[in-house]
């Protein structure tokens, strides 16, 4: 029988950020096979072309090297090898019946971890041990529940097909879009998926969490021509001065009556040195809305910005979109259904049906979306557990007791759907 607990706080101390997750993905899809599920991993379990934010190959590279020598089994991480990350278990029942659908995510943060002492996995000593990466949104409570259910059902004795999917690179929302693209979801009756605190407190499950945004990551690319600054300043192209003035022009963005907006510019980079034009910068910007229509014409216009400052300054440009997400339409009928299943699991007390705990962006979106396209009906849940600190934060943790709870919830949730 799996230890929770134990998987949990390894996947802890072993954090990797999106597409990176070679080791995590290593010991999930082992795991599962030695379950007896079908397992789908590298190029059969992603699109390698639809994956958004890539990183660079020597990252890539880097990565999988650290994986092997960290204990990932070297066979299944030679098929991930270049970003391919995704797991997917696939258990048919022993009868005929329709297909349920989990799914997981996997990747850390690029945060340094606490060292304080009143942090748990500090004085426990699970903390971190890639120095810049940590689990700091519960991911590894989410991959550790995925196991814990698949070794639930492991015995196939259920009517239908259980599909669990371990997704890399939610954060950025990134990794989704690649595994809707490879056409995993077009087969799926019933979609769950489920984030770990978001605010609501431990004993506490709502069926369908409301509130999710909009939004498109894009990275500009902005090129120049580089000369001295106190000579020949009229010879240069400022990329920098370019990239610059569309920061302050995306920025200045009317709202719109329709619903609301966000747009933030979180980085502009660019130059060599103070006597030299920049030939070269990068602005990475993101849209966000409560509408996918309203945030593709705030997306229109930064591109519009973005072409028309580089105009101004006679510069070359591209934009790259590293990330995207669209509203959750969970079905409530769905969620009410999952909440009679949490009423029956000792430790949960409170129960919504749905209610709106997010103002950020999730990716499940895309496969929530596909399996509502093809008939079938998704939801996005959120299960309590009180947080010392907010997600993303170098002392966030979360209470393990809610693991096992967890697990209890998505079984019984499987059960009923596969009788």
């Known amino acids: 029988m799996l230890d929770l607990v134990s998987l949990r706080r390894d996947f802890h101390m072993h954090p990797e950020v999106g597409f990176t997750e070679f080791r995590t993905a290593s010991k999930v899809a082992e795991i599962l096979a030695s379950l007896g599920y079908e397992v789908l991993i590298g190029p059969e379990a992603m699109d390698g072309d639809a994956r958004r934010g890539l990183p660079p190959a020597d990252v890539l590279e880097a990565a999988y090297e650290r994986a092997l020598r960290d204990g990932a089994n070297p066979?299944?991480?030679?098929?991930?090898?270049g970003g391919y990350t995704a797991v997917i278990g696939i258990?048919?029942?022993s009868k005929e019946g329709p297909t349920v659908a989990f799914r997981f995510d996997m990747d850390a943060l690029p945060v340094l971890e606490s060292t304080d002492m009143d942090h748990v996995p500090q004085a426990?000593?699970?903390?971190?041990?890639?120095?810049?990466?940590?689990?700091?949104?519960?991911?590894d409570g989410h991959t550790t529940i995925g196991l814990g259910l698949a070794e639930k059902l492991a015995d196939g004795n259920f009517s239908g097909t259980v599909k669990l999917i371990f997704q890399p690179a939610e954060e950025g929302v990134r990794g989704a879009y690649s595994i809707v693209q490879k056409g995993h979801l077009d087969d799926v009756d019933y979609l769950f998926c489920h984030h770990l605190g978001t605010n609501v407190p431990l004993g506490e499950v709502h069926g369908a969490s409301l509130g999710f945004l909009a939004?498109?990551?894009?990275?500009?690319?902005?090129?120049?021509?580089?000369?001295?600054?106190?000579?020949?300043?009229e010879k240069g192209r400022?990329?920098?001065?370019?990239?610059a003035t569309a920061l302050l022009n995306i920025h200045g963005i009317s709202r719109f009556s329709t619903g609301s907006t966000r747009v933030n510019v979180g980085v502009l980079e660019g130059g060599t040195a103070a006597?030299?034009?920049?030939?070269?910068?990068?602005?990475v910007v993101e849209t966000r809305s409560v509408a996918e229509e309203i945030n593709a014409e705030l997306?229109?216009?930064?591109r519009t910005i973005i072409a028309h400052s580089a105009a101004m300054h006679e510069l070359d440009y591209e934009i790259e979109v590293v990330g995207g997400a669209i509203p959750i339409n969970s079905d409530l009928d769905l969620a009410e259904l999952a909440m009679e299943e949490a009423r029956a699991v000792e430790g949960f007390t409170s129960f919504k049906v749905s209610d709106s705990n997010s103002m950020g962006s999730e990716d499940a979106s895309f496969m929530i979306k596909r399996v509502q396209e093809r008939g079938g009906k998704?939801?996005?849940m959120a299960i309590g557990t009180d947080i010392p600190a907010p997600h993303h934060h170098p002392k966030f943790d979360i209470q393990e007791e809610i693991l096992p709870r967890a697990v209890a919830l998505l079984h019984r949730i499987a059960t009923r759907f596969l009788t």
């Open 378 to 380: 998704g939801t996005y």
């Open 299 to 302: 997306e229109q216009r930064v």
């Open 91 to 93: 258990k048919k029942g």
């Open 238 to 243: 400022n990329a920098l001065l370019g990239a």
């Open 124 to 139: 426990k000593g699970f903390r971190s041990r890639y120095e810049g990466n940590m689990h700091a949104c519960a991911h």
């Open 75 to 81: 066979q299944i991480v030679e098929k991930m090898r």
């Open 275 to 283: 006597n030299i034009i920049p030939q070269y910068a990068k602005m």
């Open 215 to 233: 939004t498109t990551k894009m990275v500009a690319h902005f090129h120049g021509v580089s000369s001295h600054a106190g000579a020949t300043p």
